[in-house]
């Protein structure tokens, strides 16, 4: 017998009913409010300019970042976890390759002009990715490059992101290849009989706030500025001098959300950004 579309709302009205999914739907809520602004502070800040390529805005990737965190959280309000896991994956990936972008670009000699077959691997990456032709581009290569850069190599290792890292890739992998009977959509009923509820929601919380307080945090390492407060250029605006220093003031809602995080990582990486990026967060 086939489900009826009165099933599936019954199954959506008993999961908003959930208390831990409540919770967890307020976490997703925030996270995806947050790169909404984020995205409104950084758009036309985080230009790249690459060989050849020319100038890219990698505002269209947190813009789509956040519309995937919706998708998600639509995911979740249905009980639905296996896609909502296989969303998470393409949320990390999109967010780290805002920060290939902006890796790329630090790394692209631009005083010298090559032919595109003389680019350089991840050069030629970003010209495929802004000609709608990239291929077979993984994770581990985007993630390589971006510990290769001098700003981030050192916290990486510091805050064990790599280890990390790994261990997240094994668990959202298994949602997308379906690695087991566990990783699969089931309705509300049977999560609750077999009680999979907390740790599936658990689960996305705690990975959701990793890779985002992570790409932040790395953000602010490879490109400080892109968090600088509203202040500095509407002084600028209005004809005025800003006053010295406020080009390092931070925008409210960024310090906040580190604030909030910090422990995620660690309780020393405010500091740590304060020491390496002379940002006041």
Not at 80 to 87: C, G, Q, V
Not at 164 to 185: E, P, Q, R
Not at 239 to 253: N, R
């Amino acid at each position: 017998m086939f489900l009826s579309e009165d099933e599936f709302e019954k199954n959506k009205n008993a999961v908003l009913k959930d208390k831990t999914i409540r919770q967890l739907l307020e976490t997703l809520t925030e996270i995806r409010d947050f790169l909404n602004e984020l995205g409104y502070l950084t758009f036309g800040r985080d230009f790249s300019v690459i060989r050849i390529t020319g100038v890219i805005e990698g505002n269209i990737v947190l813009e789509s970042a956040s519309r995937t965190m919706e998708s998600i959280r639509c995911c979740c309000m249905s009980g639905n976890f296996a896609d909502a896991y296989t969303l998470l994956r393409k949320f990390r990936d999109d967010l780290f390759y805002y920060l290939y972008l902006l890796v790329v670009a630090d790394k692209s000699d631009l005083t010298k002009f090559v032919e595109l077959d003389k680019l350089s691997s991840d050069e030629k990456n970003i010209w495929e990715w802004a000609h709608n032709k990239q291929k077979d581009l993984y994770i581990g290569s985007v993630l390589k490059c971006i510990a290769l850069h001098p700003s981030a190599k050192k916290a990486i290792k510091i805050y064990g992101l790599k280890e990390s890292f790994d261990k997240i890739a094994d668990n959202l992998n298994n949602y997308v290849h379906s690695n087991g009977y566990f990783f699969y959509n089931e309705p509300y009923s049977k999560l609750i009989v077999k009680q999979k509820i907390e740790e599936k929601c658990n689960g996305m919380s705690e990975m959701t706030i990793y890779i985002t307080i992570t790409f932040l945090f790395l953000m602010v390492l490879i490109r400080p500025l892109l968090i600088m407060s509203y202040d500095y250029i509407d002084y600028l605006d209005c004809g005025d001098v800003p006053p010295e220093g406020s080009q390092y003031w931070v925008a409210p809602f960024v310090s906040q959300f580190f604030e909030k995080y910090k422990n995620v990582l660690d309780e020393n990486i405010i500091n740590y950004l304060r020491e390496n990026t002379e940002m006041q967060i």
